[in-house]
T-cell receptor, first 112, second 113 residues
Framework: KQEVTQIPAALSVPEGENLVLNCSFT??????LQWFRQDPGKGLTSLLL?????REQTSGRLNASLDKSSGRSTLYIAASQPGDSATYLC???????????FGTGTLLAVQP | GAGVSQSPSNKVTEKGKDVELRCDPI?????LYWYRQSLGQGLEFLIY????????KSGLPSDRFSAERTGGSVSTLTIQRTQQEDSAVYLC???????????FGSGTRLTVV
């Protein structure tokens, strides 16, 4: 059974810092891994989708890496801004129906 | 449509009433998923549709919950005789294929008073 975990659970950084969020999964037989952002009480916004054959995906200040064999992904945020404050979730499709299996999330606070 | 649309965005209902939540997926997306997220909790899978059929209903918490999808498009999640513990944000996602990723709607915040 696929399990996805994220560390740290919470992170507070001053504005301008670079930071790394970690995601690990137990079953390496994945199609892809998707990173989402969630603002309080809101839906999920997709940030990056990284296919199993890829090592990295970049979008603006965000860079996601994937090491399928070790069951790890990282989300790197460069030059953090207060507007980056949110919960970040990683997820992989799993099971017979490919429903998304979510990590526990990292609550990020960027202090002005 | 350009994105996944959910309505209403907010719903306040009295305990014991029935509610219907609507999800309009991206056009052409055959897979549709419902999740719910209680306050401070993670996402809980409810039901999966492929086309109009629901091969996985394993996450529906009780027989008060039901869902349907018509025309391979719009889905409705119905909660009968609502209880306070049903209060949560209900999220819908659609996908063309697992390899193409998933798109979520903005959710419906349900409050049962």
């Amino acid at each position: 059974k696929q399990e996805v975990t994220q560390i740290p659970a919470a992170l507070s950084v001053p504005e301008g810092e670079n930071l790394v969020l970690n995601c690990s999964f137990t079953d390496s037989a994945i199609y892809n891994l998707q990173w989402f952002r969630q603002d309080p009480g809101k839906g999920l916004t997709s940030l990056l989708l990284i296919q199993s054959s890829q090592r990295e995906q970049t979008s603006g200040r965000l860079n996601a890496s994937l090491d399928k064999s070790s069951g790890r992904s990282t989300l790197y945020i460069a030059a953090s801004q207060p507007g980056d404050s949110a919960t970040y979730l990683c997820a992989v499709p799993g099971g017979a129906t490919n429903k998304l299996i979510f990590g526990t999330g990292t609550l990020l606070a960027v202090q002005p | 449509g350009a994105g996944v649309s959910q309505s209403p965005s907010n719903k306040v209902t009295e305990k014991g009433k029935d509610v219907e939540l609507r999800c309009d997926p991206i056009s052409g997306h055959t897979a549709l998923y419902w999740y719910r997220q209680s306050l401070g909790q993670g996402l809980e899978f409810l039901i999966y549709f492929q086309g109009n059929s629901a091969p996985d209903k394993s996450g529906l918490p009780s027989d008060r919950f039901s869902a349907e999808r018509t025309g391979g498009s719009v889905s409705t999640l119905t909660i009968q005789r609502t209880q306070q513990e049903d209060s949560a944000v209900y999220l819908c996602a659609s996908s063309l294929a697992p390899t193409r990723g998933y798109t979520f709607g903005s959710g419906t915040r349900l409050t049962v008073v």
